[in-house]
């Protein structure tokens, strides 16, 4: 085991506040994955940027970051001029970024934005780096590499940015690589994927891997070694296998044993139909390879003919793989997405010929999570005023002490402190921007809620929290959640009914234990073994493979 990567005594710290990283100790060898788990806000994402020399302007950084270079000496890279550390990036460091939609430049198309890394240490140009482009793309489970690399970032749904993002960091062979949550975004089987991409890189480069993941499953299969973060300290490190079967810390003990369980609260026969859409399409036009103008082609079908019914306090799951259209109904649902044929019927009021000032009415009575947090958190605003937005938007007869106080409530809802209005999203960590995210949702309190992925980039701790919470509203509420997710045990958990997607298509839709214990169609039964759920040849339910602290 040769140190490839060794962090000494690194203290971070931003301004005057307390310091996010508090003297940790961290070696990664050359070849192996060490999985740097913890809770949102635990400093995980900190160690990473640090060791690439990504922080902001005002972070103080203390201690020792070496890297060893080809001969197998350490050399100190913490404090090196920019221009060297540039030379480091992208060929000898690599980093898979958090939140893809916010990483990649919405200017320019996937393959001219995984040439220019290609360019500027490979010297690749023209057909040449365009070929590899595609070998990337093709390497990460992309369908249609040609078509992916033609395309902007926008015309991608969120598990496709991601693999995009791996392709870029895997460009040029690194040999360490900073996943952040490289697989938040992605379903459960495609998930495996670019880590089976990473583990044969591995094999073939002797490649070192830093997973940093909230992903247990994953940890458990992927990792050689854990590392444990909370508060900003390094609890403790271990073996993979160790770990899992003799956890030394509380708190890792702790984190073992959170995992999404109970089920959804049945809903009141009496409940009224709050929502219902009938034969939903939606088309994006596409662009004609043909030279002749009259000759275009065939746009394409995102969702197909599709219906369902929502009911007051009931939750609606929505799955189905990375691209399948899940997002693209949600929105036009919310008329935030035109659609191309359909009926749209909310509290009994069809919205489907509603013009936008006509729909201003009830859009506080429909609110959303979007996927990416950080690109529906505008950079320029305070969190306190990005949760008072739309309050003051919806209700401005309130006074600015009552939105403060409503702000308030809103973020300790969601476990937030009352004094975070004061900060900015680029403060937060993933996990806590999705909170805010969610508080901005609630502080309306909605008839509807759609919830695109609001769990993804959270701790499995913090998930049964955000469950809790939204238990806890739709009781309250009387709530309906349209409910996005590629976390099957999270929709379990949540759900009353599910409903599943392919290719813009519904392939299967039942009551939430009805499907889990035997699923009628073969697409569906593929998706819950990925997620670990062991069927007969019957297609009976025979096994939950989840782990458990005791191994």
């Known amino acids: 085991m040769t140190p490839l990567l060794q962090l000494r005594q690194l203290q971070v710290a931003f301004g005057h506040n307390e310091p996010a990283l508090k003297g940790i100790d961290l070696t990664l060898n050359r070849g192996e994955t060490l999985a740097l788990v913890g809770e949102s806000g635990s400093g995980k994402s900190i160690t990473a940027l640090a060791a690439l020399g990504l922080l902001p302007d005002n972070a103080r950084v203390q201690g020792s970051i070496e890297l060893s270079n080809d001969q197998g000496y350490p050399e100190e890279i913490l404090g090196l001029p920019e221009r060297h550390l540039r030379r480091l990036r992208g060929r000898r460091l690599a980093m898979i970024f958090q939140e893809p939609m916010t990483s990649l430049n919405p200017l320019h198309r996937v393959h001219k934005q995984?040439?220019?890394?290609?360019?500027?240490?490979?010297?690749?140009?023209?057909?040449?780096a365009f070929n590899r482009c595609l070998e990337l793309l093709e390497d990460v489970g992309l369908p249609d590499p040609q078509k992916m690399a033609l395309a902007w970032p926008h015309q991608l749904s969120g598990g496709q940015r991601q693999r995009v993002m791996i392709a870029m960091a895997l460009a040029n062979d690194p040999d360490v690589l900073l996943a952040d949550e490289p697989t938040t975004a992605l379903d459960v089987?495609?998930?495996?994927?670019?880590?089976?991409?990473?583990?044969?890189?591995?094999?073939?480069r002797g490649m070192s891997v830093l997973l940093i993941t909230h992903d247990l499953n994953l940890v458990r299969q992927y990792s050689d070694r854990v590392a444990v973060m909370h508060r900003g300290k390094l609890v403790e490190t271990q073996p993979t296998p160790l770990l899992f079967s003799h956890p030394e810390a509380d708190y890792t003990r702790h984190l073992l044993a959170s995992e999404p369980s109970g089920q959804a609260e049945p809903v009141d026969p009496q409940a009224p139909t709050l929502l219902t859409a009938e034969a939903i399409q939606v088309e994006f036009p596409t662009a004609s390879s043909s030279l002749l103008p009259w000759k275009k082609a065939p746009p394409f079908v995102a969702v197909e003919q599709l219906a369902l019914q929502l009911r007051e306090g009931e939750t609606l799951g929505l799955v189905g793989e990375s691209g399948s259209g899940k997002t693209t109904l949600a929105l036009a649902l919310l008329r935030l997405q035109a659609i191309s044929n359909g009926r749209i019927l909310f509290q009994n009021q069809p919205l489907e010929a509603l013009k936008q000032k006509e729909l201003l009415p009830w859009r506080s009575r429909m609110q959303i999570v979007f996927q990416d947090p950080y690109g529906s958190l505008s950079p320029r605003m305070s969190v306190g005023a990005l949760v008072a937005e739309g309050l003051e938007l919806h209700q401005p007869q309130l006074s600015k002490t009552q939105v403060e106080e409503e702000v308030i409530a809103a973020l300790e809802e969601v476990g937030l402190e009352a004094a975070s209005r004061?900060?900015?999203?680029?403060?937060?960590?993933?996990?806590?921007?999705?909170?805010?995210?969610?508080?901005?949702?609630?502080?309306?309190?909605?008839?509807?809620?759609?919830?695109?992925?609001?769990?993804?980039?959270?701790?499995?701790?913090v998930q049964g929290q955000v469950i809790d919470l939204l238990r806890k509203l739709q009781r309250k509420h009387r709530l309906a959640y349209l409910f996005i997710s590629h976390d099957l045990r999270v929709v379990r958990a949540l759900s009353h009914r599910i409903l599943v997607m392919k290719a813009g298509q519904l392939v299967e839709t039942a009551a939430t234990e009805t499907l889990f214990q035997r699923p009628e169609q073969a697409y569906t039964r593929r998706l819950l073994e990925a997620a670990g759920f062991e069927y007969s040849q019957d297609g009976e339910l025979r096994a939950d493979r989840v782990f458990s602290h005791q191994g």
Request: hydrophobic fraction near 35%.
């Open 114 to 128: 995984i040439a220019e890394s290609l360019r500027l240490h490979q010297g690749l140009t023209g057909k040449a």
């Open 189 to 204: 089987t495609v998930e495996k994927q670019p880590l089976d991409l990473l583990r044969r890189l591995q094999r073939e």
């Open 422 to 461: 004061h900060r900015y999203p680029h403060e937060f960590s993933g996990g806590q921007r999705q909170r805010i995210a969610i508080a901005r949702a609630l502080i309306l309190k909605p008839r509807l809620l759609v919830l695109d992925e609001p769990t993804s980039a959270l701790d499995r701790s």
